[in-house]
């Protein structure tokens, strides 16, 4: 009666697996450390998530080997898809096209900013990336400032344009830092408007008062605030 039942159980679940391309040494190494798979639904989980997880690889596959053709390194691959799996999952269009973007800035693809850059280039729509640069334009950073702060911090693109509002005008009017200093110190846009508002705020007034007094130099007051 057991031997009938399990054969009713598990080999449907067996014979899918080897469907959809799982060799006999694949399924025994799959079920000795994960034998609990065999009480899922073939129906509801089993060939749900097998579905699914072929069309994840049939996007990431291509992107990766673009990745490497172009150079980057498998522990950076591996590391930046630990750190950010969506932008993996991009088209392979937009990933090439990406890749052209931020070697013509200059980034190395033994870097891994070559893959933060790429990160924020290709998950944003042109008229975006235009919208951020207009804005920190209107805050004060020439064209050439914008992609120093990139270079240095390429998530710093990533950041809400009324953020960068926001940040931009704190550190100008209560930092009495000028846009040529934030854009060489690009983290400061990264800050949380929390953290902004309950502790940085309060901080840098009291190191601006210290620095008006010539009692610390500048870099130890923007290191502080950036704490």
């Known amino acids: 009666m057991y031997t009938f039942e399990a054969q009713k159980t598990f080999k ?3 014979d899918y697996l080897k469907s959809v391309g799982f060799s006999e040494l694949d399924i025994a190494r799959v079920l000795s450390s994960e034998p609990y798979i065999l009480t899922r639904s073939l129906k509801n989980k089993i060939a749900p998530v097998l579905k699914r997880l072929g069309e994840f690889l049939a996007v990431l596959e ?8 172009h150079g980057v390194p498998e522990s950076l691959i591996l590391k930046f898809f630990v750190d950010h799996p969506p ?3 991009l088209s392979p269009y937009q990933v090439s096209e990406g890749i052209g973007f931020v070697k013509s800035l200059g980034f190395s693809p033994n870097n891994l900013k070559f893959l933060l850059a790429l990160h924020s280039a290709a998950v944003m729509s042109k008229a975006l990336w235009e919208q951020k640069l207009e804005t920190y334009r209107s805050c004060g950073m ?7 702060a990139f270079k240095l911090q ?6 809400p344009v009324k953020k960068i509002h926001k940040m ?11 846009p040529s ?15 902004l508002e309950k502790s940085v705020i309060p ?5 601006h008062l210290l620095l008006s007094h010539d009692l610390i130099r500048k870099d130890i007051m923007l290191f502080m605030c950036s704490k």
């Open 12 to 14: 449907p679940k067996i």
């Open 62 to 69: 291509p992107n990766i080997d673009i990745l490497r053709s």
């Open 87 to 89: 932008a993996l999952l």
């Open 142 to 148: 020439s064209k050439d400032e914008i992609y120093s």
């Open 154 to 159: 390429p998530m710093c693109m990533l950041v």
């Open 168 to 178: 931009m005008n704190f550190f100008q009017s209560k930092g009495n830092l000028n």
């Open 181 to 195: 200093i934030i854009s060489k110190n690009p983290n400061l846009l990264r800050l949380s408007l929390d953290r």
């Open 203 to 207: 901080r840098c007034s009291v190191l």
